[in-house]
């Protein structure tokens, strides 16, 4: 069964660099990785996402493995508004989203 | 634009009792979706729509029913609620390779 799996829960302190680490050990080529984070009491919300190269948003970067069995969200300078759960998504183009439990992310003032 | 707009925020129903959850977006995206949220764990996918006049059932789809007579709007009915549908249920539409979601119904069946 194809999975993504991510830490439970990861600590960051405010103004620090972050780094949230996905595994997809089953990923095949046209399968895109995607990241969502779900801040308290509301929906999911777009982080970013690729299928090989780097990506960079005014939000975060994404680092792509270059077998593509791994992926790291990169938040460059945390916030305490940064904390939330975040989502790693395995998604094969154009099939439905399936989220896992992600990995809270807490950031210590 | 709204984005993507769920009424009602929060519900209390008894058991046995049916409802419409309310879903509208302003983007004229095709495809749209519910997925219900249960403590501690990540979101499952009920049922979806790639269009007007199309569903298909996600992961959870018993104790649901949808339609989808235009581009706007994609109602959730609970025909008959029971307890293990307490949940949060977010909507969500997609263009491009991204989700959009609403803001969610937190619905509690006593």
């Known amino acids: 069964d194809a999975k993504t799996t991510q830490p439970n829960s990861m600590e960051s302190n405010e103004e620090e660099p972050v780094h949230l680490p996905c595994n997809h050990s089953?990923?095949?080529?046209?399968?895109?990785i995607h990241w969502y984070r779900q801040l308290p009491s509301q929906g999911p919300e777009y982080v970013i996402h690729g299928l090989t190269s780097n990506v960079n948003n005014r939000m975060a970067s994404l680092a792509i493995a270059e077998d593509r069995k791994s992926s790291t969200l990169i938040l460059h300078r945390a916030t305490l508004r940064d904390a939330a759960v975040y989502y790693c998504?395995?998604?094969?183009?154009?099939?439905?989203?399936?989220f896992g439990p992600g990995t809270r992310l807490s950031v210590l003032p | 634009n709204a984005g993507v707009t769920q009424t009602p925020k929060f519900q209390v129903l008894k058991t046995g009792q049916s409802m419409t959850l309310q879903c509208a977006q302003d983007?004229?995206?095709?495809?749209m979706s519910w997925y219900r949220q249960d403590p501690g764990m990540g979101l499952r996918l009920i049922h979806y729509s790639v269009g007007a006049g199309i569903t298909d059932q996600g992961e959870v789809p018993n104790g649901y029913n949808v339609s989808r007579s235009t581009t706007e709007d994609f109602p959730l009915r609970l025909l008959s609620a029971a307890p293990s549908q307490t949940s949060v249920y977010f909507c969500?539409?997609?263009?491009?390779?991204?989700?959009?979601f609403g803001s969610g119904t937190q619905l509690s069946v006593l």
């Open positions: 969500a539409s997609r263009k491009h390779e991204k989700l959009f």
């Open positions: 089953t990923i095949s080529g046209t399968d895109y």
């Open positions: 998504i395995r998604v094969p183009y154009g099939q439905n989203f399936v």
């Open positions: 983007m004229n995206h095709e495809y």
